[in-house]
């Protein structure tokens, strides 16, 4: 089977970074997903890795390192509203295959 | 963007009894789409790969005959669960692939299936 693995839960306070790693062991690797989810809702697209190195995106960035097998999602000056669980999605083939998701509380 | 409406966004049903979940791409067609569900504070299992004019690829362990996959159209995938149980009570959530691409897919918004 597939084994992605990201920590469950991380606590920041408003305005910081937070850096969500996932580690990856795959039978196959066409690319990195990283998405937001708020509770109830539909996940969210926020960003997409196929080659080794630094994507920027506003406040989120993301890694990728294929060598390794590892990715990380860096959320720079928090808010309130980014409390909410962020999924690691290996694309394998045409199939996305999904970590379990960290929960990122942010606290005033 | 390409949108993926789903419907219903909730249904509550009785036990024994069959629901059905819409996947529409609004906007894009989608030879593929991708039917998942999601347990409380869990991710998302892939159940299914519906593929528009043939038979639906499903995963290890996703019973084909209770969850019926009908991909008739390139804009329209649907989701029946038969006979549904208390534990079928899920959040299920789709996604399509629009043509011509192999990687970004787009989510619906969910449904949410509680059965009584």
């Known amino acids: 089977g597939q084994n992605i693995d990201q920590p469950t839960e991380m606590t920041a306070t408003e305005g910081a970074i937070v850096q969500i790693n996932c580690t990856y062991q795959t039978s196959g690797f066409n690319g990195l997903f990283w998405y937001q989810q708020h509770a109830g809702e539909a996940p969210t697209f926020l960003s997409y890795n196929v080659l080794d190195g630094l994507e920027e995106k506003g406040r989120f960035s993301s890694f990728l390192s294929r060598s390794k097998g590892y990715s990380y999602l860096l959320l720079k000056e928090l808010q309130m509203k980014d409390s909410a669980s962020y999924l690691c999605a290996v694309l394998l083939g045409y199939k996305l295959s999904f970590g379990a998701g960290t929960t990122v509380t942010v606290r005033a | 963007g390409a949108v993926v409406s789903q419907h219903p966004s909730r249904v509550i049903c009785k036990s024994g009894t069959s629901v059905k979940i819409e996947c529409r791409s609004l906007?894009?067609?989608?030879?593929?789409m991708f039917w998942y569900r999601q347990f409380p504070k869990q991710s998302l299992m892939l159940m299914a790969t519906?593929?528009?004019?043939?038979?639906?690829?499903?995963e290890q362990g996703v019973e084909k005959d209770k969850f019926l996959i009908n991909h008739a159209s390139l804009t329209l995938s649907t989701l029946t669960v038969t006979s549904a149980h208390p534990e079928d009570s899920s959040f299920y959530i789709c996604s399509a692939l629009p043509v011509g691409t192999g990687t970004e897919a787009f989510f619906g918004q969910g449904t949410r299936l509680t059965v009584v």
């Open positions: 906007d894009f067609q989608a030879t593929t």
């Open positions: 519906s593929n528009e004019g043939s038979k639906a690829t499903y």
